[in-house]
């Protein structure tokens, strides 16, 4: 009995199943995971006069969600951000408590997606991710360093 023709027959299909396992076997929606967080972090310098309120515009990688102030200002009596509507901009207003003069500062992070900024206050959300090769997600990390002084003009 001829045993070759056997042997080839197993290896084609052996192959084939093998290929079929490997096709199969990828990613499952049970396997999907959080994406890791890639943080970019910039640090500002900034003054304001005693007085005063700051209004400072946020870098434009801060437009493609909704920011949060991780880290609030010791010494602030106002410090909040708001969206201009006509622009998509965000603004970070800061107003010092009376008679300070120092320095103060606040982190602003991005990545709260729009539609989840009711639920999502305190840390930003990350996008549900999957077995894909580049599974990270990029957010940023601003923080701004806020020299109070001098006399209100």
Same mark, same amino acid.
């Given at each position: 009995?001829?045993?070759?023709?056997?042997?080839?027959?197993?290896?084609?299909?052996?192959?084939?199943?093998?290929?079929?396992?490997?096709?199969?076997?990828?990613?499952?929606?049970?396997?999907?995971?959080?994406?890791?967080e890639k943080w970019?972090? /910039?640090?500002?310098?900034?003054?304001?006069?005693? &007085? +005063?309120?700051?209004? *400072?515009?946020? !870098?434009?990688?801060?437009?493609? =969600?909704?920011?949060?102030?991780?880290?609030?200002?010791?010494?602030?009596?106002? /410090?909040?951000?708001?969206?201009?509507?006509?622009? &998509? +901009?965000?603004?970070? *207003?800061?107003? !010092?408590?009376?008679?300070?003069? =120092?320095?103060?500062?606040?982190?602003?992070?991005?990545?709260?997606?729009?539609?989840?900024?009711?639920?999502?206050?305190?840390?930003?959300?990350?996008?549900?991710?999957?077995?894909?090769?580049?599974?990270?997600?990029?957010?940023?990390?601003?923080?701004?360093?806020?020299?109070?002084?001098?006399?209100?003009?």
């Amino acid at each position: 009995m001829n045993k070759k023709p056997m042997l080839n027959f197993f290896s084609a299909t052996g192959g084939f199943f093998l290929l079929l396992a490997v096709a199969f076997s990828g990613c499952h929606k049970k396997d999907h995971h959080e994406p890791e967080e890639k943080w970019v972090n /910039s640090t500002v310098d900034t003054s304001s006069n005693v &007085g +005063d309120t700051l209004a *400072y515009f946020l !870098p434009t990688a801060f437009t493609n =969600g909704v920011p949060v102030i991780s880290k609030v200002p010791t010494n602030g009596i106002y /410090s909040a951000l708001a969206q201009n509507p006509t622009t &998509g +901009d965000w603004i970070y *207003y800061y107003s !010092p408590r009376e008679g300070f003069s =120092g320095t103060d500062a606040v982190t602003i992070d991005s990545g709260v997606e729009k539609e989840d900024e009711e639920h999502h206050h305190h840390r930003p959300k990350i996008r549900e991710g999957g077995c894909q090769k580049d599974n990270e997600k990029t957010l940023n990390r601003l923080t701004l360093n806020i020299s109070v002084g001098g006399m209100r003009k």
